[in-house]
């Protein structure tokens, strides 16, 4: 097996700096091989911090030049606006996906995309162009509360997503160790008080609009990485990881649920529960996620006749299901090197240093 994913892993790191680089230096990417970068020029901001964080955490970029680095936290910091948003220009208010119970906004993306920014030029200890001072008055405990209590627990991915970039961001800006703790206490008692006790979840418990088991474990994923980086207990873990060993079993699916499955069972190894269990379906599930990699390398997120858009962005970037992205290469490699680190450890690979999909402390709930 140690051959098998060393080989994956030269595959795809073949693919992300190779087949979708743009420019003669290669630092910079397209989405796809399907990516018009004269349409969707913003669209290579992705396609980038999606790539540099895979080569991270394979351990490719461990030999880049600073130059190199340079040249790419210059790249990501072009887009950042004076308020500290890393922000896509090209998303219009009206081509963002609105519904009954369910509204994305220009927020939720700009956060999203905020947090994986923040991610390369953390891990290559750079510095970001402008403070991040839109999110100054969420160090507020009374703010903090407020936000918390807005959260529209219908669509448990949406929010788990907004709480968890929100958090990255207050670890990040919050220098004094004693009201970082305050803060995080607000938020992990929070979790506590509104989790639905039969599913260890949030929102499948909704009182109008409550959400699917699968929903609630998609958006349970993000929350869940406050308490792994405060080395907290979360509660009906039993819960939890009976839904997930379901999950799991039902073999490969979408780049954001299998990577969110096995990053729930991988830190729930610690807990003493079916862990025989866990680690076969573990197991299991890497053979069959290192067959679904394509021919050229990399990923697909599905392979269906469907469409891959952005979050929330409905009338604009899409690009056909079943191409290698830059997107499911990197979240199929972090899916890959947790079941490795937890069952096998035999590589080091670099696991980003903030809250949010690719963040593992290998450490938690170990004394």
Same mark, same amino acid.
């Given at each position: ?27 910079i990417?397209?989405c ?74 220009k ?34 405990e009374? #703010?903090? &509360?407020? +936000?918390?209590? %807005? ?6 991915w $949406? @929010?788990g997503?907004?709480?968890?970039? =929100? ?27 509104t ?9 499948t ?22 308490y ?21 079993n039902?073999?490969?699916q ?12 991988v #830190?729930? &190894?610690? +807990?003493?529960? %079916? ?6 379906? $573990? @197991? ?5 996620? =290192? ?20 979050d ?20 199929r490699l ?17 696991f ?16």
């Amino acid at each position: 097996m140690k051959n098998k994913i060393k080989f994956s892993i030269d595959r795809a790191n073949c693919f992300l700096k190779n087949t979708n680089s743009v420019g003669k230096d290669g630092l910079i990417k397209k989405c796809s091989s399907f990516h018009d970068i004269q349409r969707y020029p913003d669209m290579r901001l992705v396609a980038t911090y999606n790539a540099t964080n895979a080569l991270i955490l394979s351990g490719e970029y461990n030999s880049i030049n600073s130059a190199d680095k340079e040249k790419i936290i210059k790249y990501i910091n072009s887009y950042q606006t004076v308020n500290g948003y890393y922000e896509l220009s090209q998303i219009k208010e009206n081509e963002i996906w609105k519904g009954v119970s369910i509204d994305y906004t220009k927020d939720y993306i700009h956060n999203h995309v905020t947090n994986y920014c923040l991610s390369v030029i953390k891990s290559f200890k750079g510095e970001t162009k402008y403070p991040l001072s839109f999110m100054h008055s969420y160090l507020s405990e009374e #703010n903090l &509360i407020n +936000y918390l209590n %807005k959260r529209r627990l219908s669509d448990p991915w $949406l @929010e788990g997503n907004n709480i968890v970039n =929100l958090t990255s961001f207050i670890i990040n800006e919050e220098k004094d160790s004693n009201k970082l703790n305050e803060l995080i206490d607000i938020i992990i008692n929070w979790h506590n008080k509104t989790q639905d006790p039969l599913t260890g979840y949030w929102g499948t418990n909704h009182k109008t609009y409550p959400a699917s088991l699968l929903e609630g474990m998609a958006g349970a994923a993000h929350n869940f990485h406050i308490y792994y980086y405060f080395n907290r207990e979360i509660p009906n873990y039993k819960k939890i990881i009976d839904s997930c060993l379901i999950f799991i079993n039902q073999g490969v699916q979408s780049a954001c649920i299998d990577v969110d499955v096995v990053d729930i069972l991988v #830190n729930m &190894i610690p +807990y003493n529960y %079916k862990v025989d269990q866990i680690k076969k379906s $573990l @197991e299991n599930f890497l053979v069959k996620l =290192l067959n679904f990699q394509n021919e050229d390398g990399g990923f697909a997120d599905e392979k269906t006749n469907s469409v891959r858009r952005m979050d929330g962005w409905v009338l604009g970037y899409w690009e056909p299901q079943g191409l290698s992205n830059c997107f499911a290469t990197w979240f199929r490699l972090i899916t890959i090197a947790l079941i490795e680190s937890a069952i096998y450890g035999e590589r080091d690979w670099v696991f980003r240093n903030t809250i949010g999909i690719g963040y593992f402390n290998k450490n938690y709930l170990r004394g």
